[in-house]
Each structure stands twice: as C-alpha cells, then as structure tokens.
C-alpha cells in the first residue's frame, strides 16, 4: 500500500467576473515510503492547489486521500473530518515557496520552527531541544534559533523552514516551489539537504516544481500537471528520454534539446 494515494481530486474557483475556473480536474497520484516524487507543470497548471488540498488549506470539490492508510475525504472541511485522518496528516508537512513570509516577523526563528510541535501537544520545555536539534539537521548553528527570519539570508530561511517542517519528524515532506525564490547556487544546496534529510529519515517527498533540471537531480519518478489534469507519469529517466504529452515536451525542451 503507498504512504499517499490521491484518487480523482477536483478544485474550482470562481473568477472575478463570476466565470469558473477548475485548478484540479480529477487528479489521482501515489508516493510510496520513501520515495521523492515530483509533480511538474507550468505556472497555473494547479501544483500548488494539490499541496493546499493535501494539508487542508483548501477545500476540494471532490476527491479522497488516503495517508498512512486511512482515508479521508477532501471535500468537506478539514475540522469535518475524522479525527482518525486528522491525526494522520500530522506526518504530513509543507515547505512554503516563500520562506521570510512564512515566519512571523516579530517571531524568533526558534519559536517559529516549534510552530511544527507546538500543536501536537508537546510541552513547551521539550520544545527548544527538539528545535535546537532540528536547524542543527538542516545545517544551521543553533544560535539562530534566537533570530529573525529577516535577519538571515534567503537560504538560512528556507533551512529554518524546512527545519520547522522536520521537527516533528513527518513521514511526508510537500516541498511547495522550494527554490523559485532562490539562486541559483542555494537552488543546489536546498536541493542535496532535502535528498539528504529524506535518505537520513527514511522520510518521503512530493517535490512541487516547474523546474525541470531540479526534478530530474532529485525525483526518481514524476507526475505532469497541465490545466490542472495528470497529463504523464512515470519514472523520471523516461519522461525526459522520451516525453509523450505536449506539456511534458514543453518542460523537458526547456532543460535539454529534444
């Protein structure tokens, strides 16, 4: 059985002048224990709407998810669903596009990364090792845990955020465009520390991004998004050898010469 498995999956929103738009349209994907996975498309194809649904920030129209081996589903509130499920997805977590935005500005970088643990109940004076030990893992000193996210460098950030998204010691990391905010060289870095963490931790990724030299470093298999339908999946040496859908040729063409 996988570790996730999402099975026909559907979102819209409502536009501006009232017309519908659907972001997700019947979309089914799997991870498996371990395993990095990446779900690729261009701006727009419904990526980060998938990772929004997963967690619960957003509301499916239709759908279920099964984590851990309980279902769930999607299309009703998250504070609707059985607490057996609710309790499940607490080994899921997310790394934000972002990374400043996604720490309070008036927090301190310790008490944002105990953010992951503090909703699980465990007691405040437990906290501060377990953070200590996790920015440690993301290769951070454990000085910063009494900075500012605005106060480090845009790399720093995203290891404090990923260390927040660690902390608990998920079974599912959701890497939402973790190195769109990123140069280059950091790219690399923020990329070899995930793969790392998730050998080290026997710890799964779905790796969400439009850049396919990422993906292919990273993801031994990957799932195509485009207008917000799977268009192609299968392992990532064979999408880019040989890419079957128009929008999986798009990307691939952007990365090497097809």
């Not at 596009?97 to 109940?121: C, D, L, N, W």
């Not at 923020?190 to 963490?197: G, K, P």
């Not at 917000?228 to 691939?252: I, N």
Request: aromatic share 6%.
């Amino acid at each position: 059985m996988a570790l996730l498995e999402v099975c026909n999956v559907g979102k819209s929103f409502r536009k501006r002048g009232g017309e519908l738009f659907r972001a997700l349209d019947g979309v089914s994907l799997s991870v498996e224990v371990g395993e990095i996975v990446g779900l690729v498309g261009s701006s727009g194809s419904g990526k980060s709407t998938m990772a929004n649904v997963l967690v619960g920030l957003e509301t499916a129209d239709a759908g279920t998810v099964r984590f851990q081996g309980v279902e769930g589903d999607v299309s009703v509130k998250p504070s609707r669903r059985s607490r057996e499920f609710r309790e499940a997805q607490l080994g899921m977590q997310m790394v934000f596009q972002h990374p400043t935005s996604s720490f309070s500005p008036r927090m301190k970088v310790g008490e944002g990364v105990a953010e992951g643990i503090a909703y699980r109940g465990v007691a405040r004076a437990e906290r501060m090792p377990l953070v200590l030990d996790a920015l440690e893992s993301v290769g951070l000193p454990r000085a910063y845990a009494g900075k500012y996210a605005w106060e480090l460098s845009g790399g720093e950030c995203q290891r404090a955020a990923i260390a927040r998204a660690i902390v608990g010691n998920p079974v599912l990391l959701l890497a939402d465009e973790p190195t769109s905010a990123l140069d280059v060289t950091i790219q690399a870095q923020i990329v070899r520390l995930l793969a790392e963490l998730c050998a080290e931790r026997s710890m799964a990724c779905l790796f969400i991004s439009h850049d396919l030299a990422l993906v292919r470093s990273l993801c031994t298999r990957v799932y195509v998004l485009d207008s917000g339908r799977v268009v192609e999946e299968g392992p990532t040496t064979h999408v880019f050898a040989s890419p079957q859908s128009d929008a999986a040729k798009l990307l691939v063409s952007s990365v090497i010469d097809i």
